[in-house]
C-alpha cells in the first residue's frame, strides 16, 4: 500500500505518517530530533524504538525511517541478532558490517517500493552502496 504518494507533505505531516506506518510493522516509537550531530538515524533492538534527526530533508528523513525499519523487521525475524544488540561488538569485523548494512538497504529498497510513490520521491538512495564499500568500511571500523 502506498502511503507517501505526496512529497509536498509538511515535516509535520511526514512524521505523523511515518509513526502511524511503523506501527503497523510493531515500531514501539519514532523519535524525532534535530540535535544529532552524525547520525541520520539509529534502531535500538532492546526498546524497538527509531530515532530520526529531524534537521534533514524530508527525502532524506523518508529514506533513514525505510533504512530503520528495515533494521526493527530483521530484529524481528532474527537477523544478525549479535550486531543489533551490540553494534559496537569487535567480534563483527567492518566488512561484516558493511555486508549486513547494505542487506538492510535492499531490505529497505523493497518496502520504499511498496510504500513509496517513485514519482513523487524518486527511487531508494543507498545509504551504504557497494560502490562505497571501501570507505564506508573504514568508517565502521
Given at each position: 500500500?502506498?502511503?507517501?504518494?505526496?512529497?509536498?507533505?509538511?515535516?509535520?505531516d511526514l512524521r505523523?505518517?511515518?509513526c502511524?506506518?511503523?506501527?503497523?510493522?510493531?515500531?514501539?516509537?519514532?523519535t524525532?530530533?534535530?540535535?544529532?550531530?552524525q547520525?541520520?538515524?539509529?534502531?535500538?533492538?532492546?526498546?524497538k524504538n527509531?530515532?530520526?534527526?529531524?534537521?534533514?530533508?524530508?527525502?532524506?528523513?523518508l529514506?533513514t525511517f525505510f533504512h530503520?525499519?528495515?533494521?526493527?523487521?530483521a530484529?524481528?525475524?532474527?537477523?544478525?541478532?549479535?550486531?543489533h544488540?551490540?553494534p559496537?561488538t569487535?567480534?563483527?569485523?567492518?566488512?561484516?558490517k558493511?555486508k549486513?548494512?547494505?542487506k538492510?538497504?535492499?531490505?529497505?529498497s523493497?518496502?520504499?517500493?511498496?510504500h513509496?510513490d517513485?514519482k513523487a520521491?524518486g527511487?531508494?538512495?543507498?545509504g551504504y552502496?557497494?560502490?562505497d564499500?571501501?570507505?564506508?568500511t573504514?568508517w565502521?571500523a
Amino acid at each position: 500500500m502506498k502511503v507517501f504518494n505526496n512529497n509536498n507533505l509538511p515535516k509535520r505531516d511526514l512524521r505523523t505518517v511515518i509513526c502511524l506506518l511503523s506501527t503497523l510493522y510493531g515500531v514501539n516509537k519514532v523519535t524525532f530530533n534535530n540535535k544529532s550531530k552524525q547520525l541520520a538515524g539509529t534502531y535500538n533492538a532492546h526498546n524497538k524504538n527509531i530515532f530520526i534527526d529531524s534537521k534533514q530533508s524530508k527525502r532524506r528523513i523518508l529514506l533513514t525511517f525505510f533504512h530503520e525499519l528495515s533494521h526493527h523487521i530483521a530484529v524481528e525475524k532474527r537477523l544478525w541478532m549479535k550486531y543489533h544488540l551490540d553494534p559496537g561488538t569487535p567480534l563483527i569485523t567492518p566488512q561484516a558490517k558493511f555486508k549486513i548494512e547494505n542487506k538492510i538497504d535492499q531490505m529497505a529498497s523493497k518496502l520504499w517500493n511498496k510504500h513509496v510513490d517513485r514519482k513523487a520521491w524518486g527511487k531508494y538512495e543507498y545509504g551504504y552502496p557497494q560502490s562505497d564499500k571501501k570507505s564506508l568500511t573504514a568508517w565502521l571500523a
